[in-house]
């Protein structure tokens, strides 16, 4: 088991960026897998991006394409979320996720129940 912990979440004004950092602790290196999330309040948590164990290959929702990018650096057990031209419609909660169970290392995990561990989530409110 890992313990996830996010940060850089806040108040923005539409069309600023933010990034998300999340910090491993615990078992970093049985991580493979990593993603963000995010939940609205009264919505289902929702796929944001992923990255691979390497992180050589990531992937990103077509709601955030363009705008958000996903990364980490292995050295620091720490993965990003990068968010540029934030809109109001990504207020969310941002939580981050990691997989520890056997992976595809080639293969994008977009279920939350793909994912082993999870962070409190970190808050993003965007205004208009």
């Known amino acids: 088991q890992v313990q996830l912990v996010e940060s850089g979440g806040g108040l923005v004004q539409a069309g600023d960026s933010l990034k998300l950092s999340c910090v491993v602790s615990?078992?970093?290196?049985?991580?493979?897998?990593m993603a963000w999330f995010r939940q609205a309040p009264g919505k289902e948590r929702e796929f944001v991006a992923a990255?691979?164990?390497?992180?050589?290959?990531?992937t990103s929702s077509t709601f955030v394409k363009g705008r958000f990018s996903i990364s980490r650096d292995n050295a620091k057990n720490t993965a990003y979320l990068q968010m540029n031209s934030l809109k109001p419609e990504d207020t969310a909660v941002y939580h981050c996720?990691?997989?520890?169970?056997?992976?595809?290392?080639?293969?994008?995990?977009?279920?939350?129940?793909?994912?082993?561990?999870w962070g409190q989530g970190t808050q993003v409110t965007v205004s208009s």
């Open positions: 990255i691979n164990s390497n992180g050589a290959a990531t």
């Open positions: 615990g078992r970093p290196f049985s991580v493979k897998a």
């Open positions: 996720a990691a997989r520890t169970r056997p992976s595809f290392p080639t293969y994008y995990y977009y279920r939350p129940n793909d994912y082993d561990d």
